[in-house]
Structures are given as structure tokens and as C-alpha cells.
């Protein structure tokens, strides 16, 4: 007799599949980056995808050194403004903010998500100074406060430019604060934080179906014809004992808009001219339109909608290097169909 084979719906490693709180997506990990200063994070915004013609270049491949056609994303990647200096240490109840310096000088549109106090309100600012170079001997952490520039990219309707934290890799702590201090008001491009060839880790926020059935939630199987009530309804909720239903049971529930995060997609192309680089297809991108800024074209697809701030990271469980990419063609031929 053949050995019943019946592996699990729906991973536990995702439970609980609830929405998640905002759209930009809160990175709780960080790698440990190069020995020198260098940050470890960066977003951009979802595009679209189209295709490529490019040499394979993993080595091991069936059709390595021959030209393949691979599904690409497009993300467009405006420069980030870094806001403050965050020193972070550990006491009895975990991390707290012990010192932090911010940009004198904020940008006015970020009026629009927070409070920015007058320049007649800085009193406390030297002292917030003073105190992170008395941390920078036995600070733990550093973190960038940045913000977007949704200003900058046409496909975008919203202006209001999202706020995140992002870490500062580097071996000694008083050189990532004093390169730090430097960024301070600053733009930072996409160029500063990877290259073409190089990995890295995309977290965004899934395209929201909001709620479903079990059977499409957890792609459980239909109940036979003969089920005298319903045919969309799972066989058991359980065992007798325990006398409850378990949370491991498929149930209908919320479906999409979960935060996830894709480890190690390729960095392809890095596009800082678009007229010099034809990105866009005839028409634009379907519910994005024209790109017009710096772009990034990532071997695969990444989760989330178009328009959607994705995140990116130090790859995470990557050891390998750069790789050098040659892409012969990127389609931009209509999406609109006809």
C-alpha cells in the first residue's frame, strides 16, 4: 500500500496571520554589515515587473554562460534625507534611546507626518549632542532616522514621506558616530548602499485580500460531491480532546497584507538615468505609470502592490560575492494588453 502522504496547510512559521500594523514594514533584525561604516538599509518604491534576456551566471546552473529570459521587478529608489542620530543601549527592560541628535534644519515636509519644532524650541539640542559623544566610548547601537522623498516619484499620489529607522553597521563605535554625524541633513542614494551584482533582502507588506475562506486561505481540499451541506468546509475541526479548537486548525481569517520578508534577490541593474537606460514600456507601467528617477531592477518578484514602500536590507543568510550581470534585453513592450 502506498504511504499517505499529507504535509500541512498553511505554515506555522507565519501564525498569526493577522494585518499588519502599518504599511512600511519595521525591520526587527539587522546583519552584521561591513567593518567600516556603512548603512544596511534602504526603501524604494514598487514599480512593476516586466522581463529580462541576461547571461546566466550561476555557475552550477544547467544553462550557465547561455542567455535566459527571467521575470524582473522594477523599484523605484529615490534619495533618502537622514533626520537624526539614534544611540541606543540595553538596560533592564531591553533597548531604550539613551542620546540622540537631529538635523537642525528639517525638511518642512515632514509636516505632514509629525510635529517639527521651531528653531526657537532648540534648547535641548546641544545637551542631546553633548550627550551622544559622552556615548560614543559604550553606545551599543546606531541608528539613522530617515525619511522618503514621495515628492520625487510621479507614480506615487501620495506627498506624505515615511519615517524609519535604519542601522549603521561598522566595528568601532566612534567612527559610525562620527560618519554618522556627517550624514546629518543629508541625501543618500541608492548607489551608497549597493551595487549591481550584490544581494539583498526585501521586506514589504503583501497585497491585501482581506477576508477569505479557509479553503482559499489554506488550500485545503474540497469536500467530495456526495458532502450532503457544503462542499468549501474542512472534514474536522479537531479532536475530542483538547475540548477546544486549536489554532492549528485551517479557518477563514484574514488573507494578505502580512509583512514578509524575501531573503537574497539579486540587485540586476541599478538605473540612475532613465532616459539613458529605456526602463519604462510603451505606456507605462500598469496602476504606476513613467519611472523618471533612480531605479533597481531585482531578478524575481517581491511581495506587495504597486506603489507599495518596500524595504531593503544587507542580505541576512547570503555568503556569497558580486556577480557581474550582463543584461542583452529588458522588454518594454506595452503591459496594457491588445
Known amino acids: 500500500m502506498a504511504r499517505r502522504h499529507k504535509p500541512r496547510r498553511g505554515s506555522l512559521g507565519f501564525w498569526p496571520r493577522k494585518r499588519a500594523p502599518t504599511a512600511v514594514p519595521r525591520i526587527n533584525r539587522w546583519p552584521h554589515g561591513p567593518a567600516k561604516p556603512h548603512l ?13 534576456i541576461m547571461v546566466d551566471f550561476r555557475k552550477r546552473s544547467t544553462t550557465s554562460g547561455q542567455e535566459v529570459s527571467v521575470p524582473v521587478t522594477v523599484v523605484e529608489t529615490p534619495p533618502i534625507i537622514v533626520d537624526a542620530v539614534r544611540v541606543y543601549k540595553t538596560g533592564p527592560k531591553g533597548r531604550y534611546v539613551s542620546s540622540e541628535i537631529w538635523n537642525p534644519d528639517l525638511d518642512q515636509r515632514l509636516a505632514r507626518r509629525r510635529p517639527i519644532p521651531s528653531k526657537d524650541e532648540d534648547a535641548e539640542k546641544p545637551a542631546r ?26 507614480g506615487v499620489p501620495s506627498k506624505t514621506p515615511e519615517i524609519f529607522e ?25 548607489e551608497d548602499f549597493a551595487h549591481e551584482g550584490e544581494m539583498v533582502d526585501i521586506v514589504s507588506v503583501t ?6 475562506g479557509h479553503i482559499k486561505r489554506f488550500h485545503v481540499k474540497l469536500q467530495p460531491h456526495k458532502n450532503s451541506k457544503h462542499r468549501r468546509m474542512i472534514g474536522t475541526l479537531g479532536p475530542h480532546n483538547p475540548s477546544y479548537v486549536t489554532y492549528r486548525i485551517p479557518q477563514s481569517g484574514q ?34 505609470g513613467m519611472v523618471r528617477g533612480t531605479s533597481v531592477i531585482l531578478h524575481g518578484s517581491i511581495g506587495g502592490p504597486s506603489k507599495r514602500l518596500v524595504r531593503f ?26
Open 207 to 212: 497585497k491585501g485580500k482581506g477576508f477569505q
Open 255 to 288: 488573507m494578505g497584507y502580512h509583512r514578509r520578508t524575501e531573503f537574497n534577490k539579486r540587485i540586476l541593474k541599478i538605473v540612475s538615468d532613465p532616459s539613458a537606460y529605456q526602463v519604462n514600456p510603451n505606456g507605462g507601467f500598469l496602476h504606476y
Open 129 to 154: 549632542a553633548k550627550g551622544a559623544k559622552k556615548e560614543s566610548a559604550d553606545g551599543e547601537d546606531l541608528v539613522l532616522v530617515v525619511h522618503t522623498q514621495p515628492h520625487l516619484v510621479t
Open 40 to 52: 544596511e538599509g534602504f526603501a524604494g518604491y514598487k514599480v512593476g515587473m516586466t522581463h529580462a
Open 166 to 190: 535604519v542601522r549603521v553597521s561598522g566595528e568601532k563605535f566612534s567612527e559610525r558616530l562620527e560618519w554618522s554625524k556627517a550624514l546629518l541633513g543629508k541625501e543618500v542614494k541608492m
Open 313 to 338: 536590507r544587507l542580505p541576512m543568510r547570503f555568503r556569497g560575492g558580486q556577480e557581474k550581470i550582463d543584461i542583452r534585453y529588458l522588454s518594454t513592450q506595452s503591459k496594457r494588453g491588445g
